[in-house]
């Protein structure tokens, strides 16, 4: 199958590997597919068998050309989605914190204060390119936010961590990944800097927590610290905007695809937080992360050895049947889904608040501004990975 088609609508081979008995090994993943949602659950619920080591391996790995320029970088060390054990409960401490249900709560007057300002950027014009003009500065405006960035430094380091992503999901020929690699090197740089600033003046923000939980003391920061540090950051920068605006534009494509959807939000806001669920469920923004098994185990009826890396599809269980009635329709008045766009156990995701409120407060908006939205153009291409689902442009009117 071309790769390209299989990451743009993976979809079709999750449906035949959910039916198919055992797990389904598949060629484009390189990995055995885990499908069906009580697989999944077991998978994730078992970090002791299935280590997280490979979780983010790339699709594509950088050529020596690009490897060389990372070479210049000072990150690249374990960041804390692909630790296992002791390691990883150290890595996740400053996360916690920086994402705990207070500090969400102290970022959404500054969440409401973008959101509003960006639709009023466009309110006016009747059209909108939705992914460029919203869903992607709106949580990169929070990302920025959450690790204490200055506003001004914020779009060139979120665009930065974006090529990282394009570096190693993404087809780029030696010249555009060397271009890449130097911009993901520049990040680094800039997040070494912030590290070393807040070193000496803390504040109320995750390079400082980070800085605190990583480098206890306060002497200066060692070169190792400051790898560890600068990698965390950069894979939080990652992990906490482009999952949320991958959210954010599936939830609108997926309420408008079929309008009534929409009009039946637009005469029950009280369903915003199923329709949320609904979105995450329907279309998974992350679509899956890997896992390499430690120890012989069966797994859906599939005997796996040592080293075997499993593809665990948080998309594929949320349209197992077997949980779920209906799983192919879009429905916000579904009941209550326990679907696991978030993950689960001990790599569960910790920005899941953070991101449920930044669409919160999106949906809430786009209600009262304009309810007569709707899809310019019903042709809609997604993107093609699996890292993040998402549209790669919406075009909405009013
Ligand atoms: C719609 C938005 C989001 C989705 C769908 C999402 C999804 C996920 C999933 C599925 C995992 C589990 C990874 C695994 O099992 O290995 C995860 C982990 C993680 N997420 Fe999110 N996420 C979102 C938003 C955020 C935000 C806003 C942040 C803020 C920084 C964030 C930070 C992280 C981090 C740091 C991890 C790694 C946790 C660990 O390994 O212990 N995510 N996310």
Redesign the pocket.
């Known amino acids: 199958m071309d790769r390209q088609a299989f990451y743009r609508d993976p979809y079709p081979v999750y449906a035949e590997a959910r039916r198919a008995p055992g797990l389904t090994f598949v060629p484009e993943l390189d990995a055995w597919l885990v499908s069906r949602r009580e697989d999944v659950r077991e998978v ?1 619920s078992s970090p002791d068998v299935f280590s ?1 080591a490979g ?1 983010m391996r790339p699709d594509h790995v950088p050529g020596p050309a690009a490897l060389a320029e990372l070479a210049k970088g000072c990150g690249g060390v374990q960041a ?2 692909t630790a296992d054990g002791d390691a ?1 409960r150290r890595l ?1 401490r400053p ?1 916690t914190r920086a ?1 705990s249900p207070a500090r969400v709560a102290a970022t959404l007057p500054f969440v409401r204060e973008r959101a509003e300002a960006l639709v009023a950027g466009f309110a006016a014009d009747g059209r909108v390119e939705w992914m460029s003009a919203y869903a992607e500065p709106l ?1 990169a405006a929070v ?1 920025g936010r ?1 690790l204490g960035l200055d506003p001004e430094d914020t779009p060139g380091a979120v665009r930065a961590a974006r090529r990282a992503e394009e570096l190693l999901f993404t087809e780029l020929d030696e010249e555009g990944q060397v271009a890449a690699a130097r911009e993901v090197v520049g990040l680094q740089h800039l997040l070494d800097a912030y590290a070393r600033a807040r070193r000496s003046d803390p504040r109320d923000d995750l390079v400082t927590d980070m800085v605190r939980d990583f480098a206890p003391g306060d002497g200066e920061l060692t070169p190792d610290q400051r790898r560890e540090i600068v990698s965390n950051l950069e ?2 920068l990652l ?2 905007h482009l ?2 605006t ?2 954010l534009g599936v939830v609108v494509l997926d309420l408008l695809r079929d309008r009534r959807q929409w009009e039946l939000l637009c005469e029950r806001p009280e369903l915003v937080p199923a329709a949320i669920e609904e979105a ?1 469920r329907f279309e ?3 679509q899956g ?1 890997r896992r390499t098994v430690r120890r012989p185990v069966r797994v859906g009826g599939t005997e796996l050895g040592e080293g075997d890396v499993v593809f665990v599809s ?1 998309a594929s269980a949320g349209r197992d049947a077997e949980a779920e009635s209906r799983p192919d329709e879009f429905d916000i008045t579904r009941p209550a889904s326990r679907h696991l ?3 689960l156990g ?7 608040h ?2 449920k409120e930044q669409v919160r407060i999106t949906l809430e908006l786009l209600l009262r501004e304009l309810p007569g939205l709707r899809l310019a153009d019903q042709e809609v291409v997604m993107a093609p990975t699996l890292i993040h689902r998402s549209p790669e442009a919406l075009h909405l009117e009013w």
């Open positions: 994730l997280s979780a804390v989605l990883h996740r996360l994402l949580p990302a959450l894979n939080a992990a906490g999952t949320t991958a959210l995450a998974a923004p992350v992360f948080y766009s978030f993950g001990p790599h569960g995701c910790p920005g899941t953070l991101a």
